[in-house]
């Protein structure tokens, strides 16, 4: 062990951050970078080899401590921040220890390094360095459980430091202490299913609980520019080509940050691909002329419709007696009794993602055969997160903003174990698409469950958002648009999915009642292969 260095881990989804985590970094202050396996391809190692002589790709450590991690989190699923798997998360001091260097700043592979990379490592020279949590400080505490289950034997407050766990700088001789308080609450947390429910965003509250007994709040960083999120910046708008130049660009677009991070948010390489998908499939349209003048004009509404929905939104978020807002912001809020058969209580962990979800999930949040892990997406993500903001809502799950027509350039196939979408679905552009989407990133075996209003485009005038009538007729759910043909959902999917229930229901997930029925539709997905990351590479 000598010299300093950078680790982080990555698997194929996450190398190019990784590769612009190098490149960054060499271009400050070359130190070299050791990164974690966790799938990378063997193109990419070659490429690694060739390009980058101070990237060294290690194997995971085969230890006692990350075998336990990969015992009680291998099976969990897929985290509000998309790409990234549970247990490595929880194995991360484990990783931080392994390091070859002396001195070692721990960086997650969706930071890009901006400016003063010696001034970082200058920092530890009076000890180990942590950074303050900028994008969802509320919500970082640790569960007042933890503590009777972990005590700490010095006056703390339990509410700080708010940190983020994606940089930290250790020297781990002098830091040994620190460290093995970071390893412990993991450990206790593989031995304990209730100790890793307390514990706040996996190995970030681990940190957060490691400083508290250690008394080490005063090395958490007073400046957020050491790992800045993105949100802060003018670089949220994105796109950008993902290549060396774009670091030049990202210095332009955000000022303010040292370290630039994008926790919480989809990262840019996937934006850039999402957005050259887009174009194709803009261009083949016009080319074959595929229904243009139809999908102009329903774009059209939905336009429209958006701002109708935004001021819907701000208005229900601003009343916090709104009907619903109190089970939607509640953290242990119970998951609906109609939805547990439809997961398998054998699993310790259960992957749901909400299509359409608004900006805050109606679905409840706990269970009592294992956790839930709660992806939720909306095409207005980044609106409602600014509505929420204003209005001082933490939400439970963090929004991801992407279309329900365009999951799978987010999500990978063959992931979440129950795909979950309400009063949704004919607000889209294209409602079959969005099925097939959700079919696509559900696993075999897993299932579809929709619920929307019954022919809500006829009643509504074909205004706004609502373009599409979806109802139940014989047996069959059906979708039709304005002057479109009816489409028979069973018939569309049938090579697919199977259609394991149809029904009229009358109350919201949140129990309210429906002023009009509402129609369900229940697919369950055939057999096809799976996949361990959510992150669509």
């Given at each position: 062990m000598s010299g300093i260095g950078i680790v982080t881990l990555a698997d194929s989804r996450y190398f190019p951050g990784t590769e612009m985590l190098y490149l960054s970094a060499r271009k400050l202050h070359p130190v070299p970078v050791v990164c974690f396996d966790l799938g990378i391809t063997d193109e990419q190692k070659d490429l690694a080899t060739r390009s980058y002589p101070e990237l060294l790709i290690l194997p995971v450590p085969e230890t006692a401590d990350i075998a336990a991690v990969r015992e009680a989190f291998g099976d969990s699923g897929a985290l509000a921040k998309p790409g990234k798997r549970v247990w490595p998360l929880w194995a991360c001091p484990f990783l931080i220890a392994a390091s070859p260097f002396k001195r070692v700043f721990w960086i997650d592979s969706d930071i890009v390094i901006l400016r003063d990379l010696r001034g970082l490592f200058a920092l530890l020279e009076d000890g180990p360095v942590f950074t303050p949590e900028n994008f969802a400080p509320e919500a970082t505490p640790n569960k007042p459980e933890l503590y009777e289950l972990l005590p700490i034997r010095r006056a703390f407050n339990p509410k700080e430091p708010a940190v983020n766990a994606g940089v930290s700088g250790w020297d781990l001789e002098r830091d040994q202490n620190a460290i093995e308080a970071y390893m412990l609450p993991v450990r206790k947390a593989c031995a304990d299913p209730r100790v890793a429910q307390a514990i706040s965003w996996h190995d970030q509250g681990a940190l957060i609980w490691a400083i508290q007994s250690t008394g080490l709040e005063h090395r958490v960083a007073k400046s957020w520019k050491w790992n800045l999120c993105v949100k802060h910046t003018r670089a949220i708008k994105g796109p950008y080509d993902w290549n060396e130049g774009v670091i030049d660009t990202l210095r332009r677009d955000a000022p303010e940050a040292n370290l630039l991070h994008w926790n919480g948010h989809a990262v840019p390489w996937v934006q850039g691909r999402a957005r050259k998908q887009r174009r194709l499939r803009d261009r083949?349209?016009?080319?074959?002329?595929?229904?243009?003048?139809?999908?102009?004009?329903?774009?059209?509404?939905?336009?429209?419709?958006?701002?109708?929905?935004?001021?819907?939104?701000?208005?229900?978020?601003?009343?916090?007696?709104?009907?619903?807002?109190?089970?939607?912001?509640?953290?242990?809020?119970?998951?609906?009794?109609?939805?547990?058969?439809?997961?398998?209580?054998?699993?310790?962990?259960?992957?749901?993602?909400?299509?359409?979800?608004?900006?805050?999930?109606?679905?409840?949040?706990?269970?009592?055969?294992?956790?839930?892990?709660?992806?939720?997406?909306?095409?207005?993500?980044?609106?409602?997160?600014?509505?929420?903001?204003?209005?001082?809502?933490?939400?439970?799950?963090?929004?991801?903003?992407?279309?329900?027509?365009?999951?799978?350039?987010?999500?990978?196939?063959?992931?979440?174990?129950?795909?979950?979408?309400?009063?949704?679905?004919?607000?889209?552009?294209?409602?079959?698409?969005?099925?097939?989407?959700?079919?696509?990133?559900?696993?075999?075996?897993?299932?579809?469950?929709?619920?929307?209003?019954?022919?809500?485009?006829?009643?509504?005038?074909?205004?706004?958002l609502h373009q599409w009538d979806c109802a139940m007729r014989d047996g069959r759910f059906l979708i039709k648009g304005r002057n479109r043909p009816e489409l028979d959902m069973g018939q569309e999917f049938a090579g697919q999915a199977c259609i394991m229930e149809l029904a009229h229901v009358f109350r919201s997930p949140a129990g309210l009642p429906w002023d009009r029925p509402h129609v369900r539709v229940v697919l369950q997905k055939k057999a096809a292969e799976k996949t361990e990351s959510p992150l669509q590479g």
């Amino acid at each position: 062990m000598s010299g300093i260095g950078i680790v982080t881990l990555a698997d194929s989804r996450y190398f190019p951050g990784t590769e612009m985590l190098y490149l960054s970094a060499r271009k400050l202050h070359p130190v070299p970078v050791v990164c974690f396996d966790l799938g990378i391809t063997d193109e990419q190692k070659d490429l690694a080899t060739r390009s980058y002589p101070e990237l060294l790709i290690l194997p995971v450590p085969e230890t006692a401590d990350i075998a336990a991690v990969r015992e009680a989190f291998g099976d969990s699923g897929a985290l509000a921040k998309p790409g990234k798997r549970v247990w490595p998360l929880w194995a991360c001091p484990f990783l931080i220890a392994a390091s070859p260097f002396k001195r070692v700043f721990w960086i997650d592979s969706d930071i890009v390094i901006l400016r003063d990379l010696r001034g970082l490592f200058a920092l530890l020279e009076d000890g180990p360095v942590f950074t303050p949590e900028n994008f969802a400080p509320e919500a970082t505490p640790n569960k007042p459980e933890l503590y009777e289950l972990l005590p700490i034997r010095r006056a703390f407050n339990p509410k700080e430091p708010a940190v983020n766990a994606g940089v930290s700088g250790w020297d781990l001789e002098r830091d040994q202490n620190a460290i093995e308080a970071y390893m412990l609450p993991v450990r206790k947390a593989c031995a304990d299913p209730r100790v890793a429910q307390a514990i706040s965003w996996h190995d970030q509250g681990a940190l957060i609980w490691a400083i508290q007994s250690t008394g080490l709040e005063h090395r958490v960083a007073k400046s957020w520019k050491w790992n800045l999120c993105v949100k802060h910046t003018r670089a949220i708008k994105g796109p950008y080509d993902w290549n060396e130049g774009v670091i030049d660009t990202l210095r332009r677009d955000a000022p303010e940050a040292n370290l630039l991070h994008w926790n919480g948010h989809a990262v840019p390489w996937v934006q850039g691909r999402a957005r050259k998908q887009r174009r194709l499939r803009d261009r083949l349209a016009s080319m074959f002329r595929l229904g243009a003048s139809s999908s102009s004009v329903r774009k059209q509404h939905w336009a429209e419709g958006r701002e109708h929905e935004i001021t819907f939104w701000n208005r229900w978020l601003a009343d916090k007696a709104s009907p619903g807002f109190r089970f939607r912001v509640d953290p242990h809020s119970r998951l609906q009794e109609w939805l547990i058969p439809y997961l398998d209580k054998t699993r310790s962990t259960h992957r749901i993602l909400d299509v359409g979800s608004g900006p805050l999930t109606n679905l409840g949040k706990v269970c009592d055969f294992g956790v839930l892990e709660i992806v939720c997406c909306d095409p207005l993500a980044e609106v409602y997160g600014e509505l929420l903001a204003k209005n001082g809502i933490v939400p439970p799950h963090p929004l991801h903003q992407v279309a329900g027509e365009q999951l799978t350039t987010v999500f990978s196939e063959g992931y979440f174990d129950l795909t979950f979408s309400n009063n949704a679905i004919d607000h889209a552009t294209d409602p079959a698409a969005v099925v097939s989407e959700m079919l696509k990133v559900t696993k075999a075996g897993g299932y579809v469950i929709i619920q929307v209003a019954e022919n809500e485009g006829k009643r509504a005038g074909y205004e706004g958002l609502h373009q599409w009538d979806c109802a139940m007729r014989d047996g069959r759910f059906l979708i039709k648009g304005r002057n479109r043909p009816e489409l028979d959902m069973g018939q569309e999917f049938a090579g697919q999915a199977c259609i394991m229930e149809l029904a009229h229901v009358f109350r919201s997930p949140a129990g309210l009642p429906w002023d009009r029925p509402h129609v369900r539709v229940v697919l369950q997905k055939k057999a096809a292969e799976k996949t361990e990351s959510p992150l669509q590479g």
